[in-house]
């Protein structure tokens, strides 16, 4: 397994103003000179992660202030010429709210070409709340994702004449990528799930496989998308096709690691402040997904504990190491709880670490990945391969 | 196709129509000139108090558009302009060559569609606090974004009593989805217009009779003027204790108002 450092760049001041966060939070609370502060903070603590032999992932949300990433391909720009080692990974770039994929396939290159070929892509449906801001038509959304997924590998593929697209949704008279990718035929791609229906069609394209906080559902989506992709390609996949994210807290001891993690805990109650009719925009879901989702009721969604409770949003720290959210302690502790869930969810090759989450400040970020990637990195790289008859009888 | 039954419908026909292969569910009621009736965001099935009374002088034509309730909408259906094509193909499919046109909110844009394409299919119209001129002038709004209010909220501006989505059975949760998914998809942006409307709309040439509630808690007041200066030769009249959906708050009101009307 290996590590990715990630963090949401969260403007944090915020969160102490009441009710929302994302969408209707106004501007005027943002105090840009902070925000520049803690942006330069965020890209020196991604800057530690390369110097010690970590990877790097960048997302990017808008009218957030949880994430002050408006475009992971501009952040890992910048990164693609102040690191030397680390892949960078954009997970992800949110493609139907995109409205010209042509430019995305441009920064694609871009920074593949700034960075010798270490980046990595991960296209995504995004937040359904961020169609307020995009203003892109929410009905159709997966069919408009899928032809700008088309058009883009055609785009960084392309080995012949230039060509024009003339598609339902895109239309472009001509397309030639100068620069065109190092990495051929394209980047290696991403994507993400939250159930094992989602994670079947990637393994059948053979991306990686991506599941964000999901806890024991992340086994059910690694099963699917191993069962796919050996029907699709006719071999088991290799672990590096599937990624798990999660907050890690380490310190020396449990006492400063709990600190750390009640410092971080604030990620999740920030990203719950949204009000209830931007989460689910009407005409985004399809209709019978949405039927489904009312009749399961609110925290069906919600991931569970190994009781079956779902964890409550302000949960204790104990209750979201339950539930595989967060994995906290001495580096001892944290290779332990990782290499059990690793085992429970039938293994995986990529940990996307929240090491910077919330109000984590500079020092304890600092602290907290100089540990994990010395004491905690090397032995999660040798984690035992777990046999494949195992990991369907696992717990979880 | 299968309709689901609607009890406040009972007093009339849900049944299915085929407009040159899309299957359309089609309520119908009552007894005399025809009618066809365009529901507006809340659906047919929202319009019922109207429809009770309007089937006492006509015989009442109120379809569910294509995406609404069970009505089936062909792919590249995705314009009201689109529905105003698409609803002079059902008119043709009833026989029906000329009509009282009623259009509530979103349905008095369709109607305004119909009528710009083929302006003799109206005996008259009447337009329910419509929609389908520009709702607002880059940081001015005239007309609320309902796909920003919460639903308890919208139904609050809508003085509507809606059970919670989650109690409904699983048809009319459906439903419900339904009409919220077509209603983005004709809606969401330009929200709730027709940029090309306004240049349009003088070519409807029937008697046309505007109606807006007082207490509208959707559109504002500026925007009754848009439509006026577009159809300077429709009769407009406030009706009170109105909010926007006429039809479920004053429905006795108004349809005396527009059987008067019909009669000239």
Redesign the interface.
């Known amino acids: 397994m290996i590590i990715w450092q990630f963090t949401e760049q969260a403007y944090h001041p915020a969160f102490q103003t009441p009710g929302s966060m994302r969408v209707t939070l106004p501007q005027h609370l943002c105090d840009p000179a902070e925000a520049g502060r803690l942006l330069n903070r965020y890209l020196d603590e991604y800057m530690l992660a390369d110097e010690l032999g970590l990877n790097i992932m960048v997302n990017e949300h808008h009218a957030a202030a949880t994430c002050m990433s408006t475009s992971c391909m501009t952040t890992l720009a910048i990164l693609a010429r102040q690191t030397s080692r680390a892949r960078l990974l954009a997970l992800g770039i949110p493609l139907a709210n995109r409205s010209n994929p042509l430019r995305v396939a441009e920064e694609i290159s871009l920074v593949d070409t700034l960075s010798n070929g270490r980046l990595e892509i991960g296209l995504v449906k995004g937040a359904a709340y961020e169609l307020?801001m995009s203003?892109r038509?929410?009905?159709g959304f997966m069919d408009r994702f899928w032809e700008a997924h088309d058009l883009i590998l055609a785009a960084l593929t392309n080995q012949g004449e230039n060509f024009s697209w003339e598609g339902e949704h895109f239309h472009y008279r001509t397309v030639s990528m100068w620069p065109r990718p190092i990495q051929q035929p394209h980047p290696p791609i991403w994507m993400t799930a939250s159930s094992a229906g989602s994670a079947r069609g990637y393994g059948r394209l053979g991306y990686t496989c991506a599941t964000f906080l999901s806890g024991a559902v992340a086994r059910s989506v690694f099963s699917g998308y191993r069962e796919a992709y050996a029907e699709a390609h006719g071999r088991q996949p290799g672990l590096d096709r599937l990624a798990y994210l999660a907050i890690v807290a380490c310190a020396s001891d449990r006492a400063t690691a709990f600190r750390r993690a009640e410092a971080m805990k604030s990620y999740f109650t920030t990203a719950a402040r949204l009000?209830?009719?931007?989460r689910n925009?009407?005409?985004?879901n399809p209709?019978?997904a949405?039927?489904r989702m009312?009749?399961a009721?609110p925290s069906a969604m919600r991931p569970r504990m190994r009781n079956g409770k779902p964890v409550p949003v302000d949960g204790s720290i104990e209750e979201y190491m339950d539930a595989g959210l967060m994995f906290v302690g001495t580096p001892d502790d944290v290779y332990e709880q990782l290499a059990r869930f690793n085992e429970e969810t039938g293994g995986f090759g990529n940990l996307l670490m929240m090491g910077q989450a919330g109000e984590l400040d500079h020092a304890d970020t600092v602290d907290n990945l100089t540990l994990i990637a010395r004491e905690v990195a090397p032995r999660l790289a040798k984690l035992p391969e777990i046999p494949l008859d195992m990991r369907y009888e696992a717990v979880g | 196709m299968v309709t689901d039954a609607l009890e406040e419908l009972g007093f009339g026909t849900l049944s299915a129509l085929d407009v040159l292969g899309t299957q359309i569910e089609l309520f119908t009621a009552g007894e005399g000139a025809p009618l066809l009736f365009l529901h507006g965001i809340d659906g047919i099935e929202g319009a019922a108090p109207l429809l009770r009374e309007l089937a006492r002088d006509f015989t009442v034509l109120a379809p569910s558009h294509p995406g609404f309730g069970t009505s089936q909408r062909p792919p590249d259906l995705n314009r009201v302009d689109d529905l105003g094509y698409f609803y002079l193909d059902l008119m043709d499919t009833l026989g029906l060559r000329r009509s009282m046109i009623v259009g509530s909110s979103f349905g008095g844009w369709v109607a305004t569609e119909i009528l710009t394409k083929e302006p003799d299919r109206a005996t008259g119209l009447v337009l329910l606090s419509p929609l389908g001129l520009r709702t607002a002038d880059r940081r001015e709004q005239h007309v609320a974004d309902i796909f920003m209010l919460s639903r308890q909220e919208l139904n609050a501006r809508l003085n509507r009593d809606e059970p919670a989505l989650s109690s409904l059975p699983e048809a009319r949760l459906r439903r419900a989805m339904r009409n919220d998914e077509a209603l983005s998809l004709y809606g969401w942006t330009p929200y709730m217009y027709n940029p090309k409307l306004a240049d349009r709309l003088h070519r409807i040439s029937c008697r046309t009779l505007i109606l807006w509630g007082e207490a509208d808690a959707i559109v504002e007041p500026a925007y009754r003027n848009a439509f006026a200066a577009a159809l300077p030769a429709a009769d407009t009249s406030l009706i009170e204790a109105g909010g926007h959906r006429l039809h479920a708050d004053q429905p006795q009101a108004l349809a005396a108002r527009i059987a008067a009307f019909a009669v000239g």
């Open positions: 307020f203003n038509q929410p009905t009000d209830p009719q931007f925009p009407w005409g985004f209709v019978e949405n039927v009312l009749q009721g």
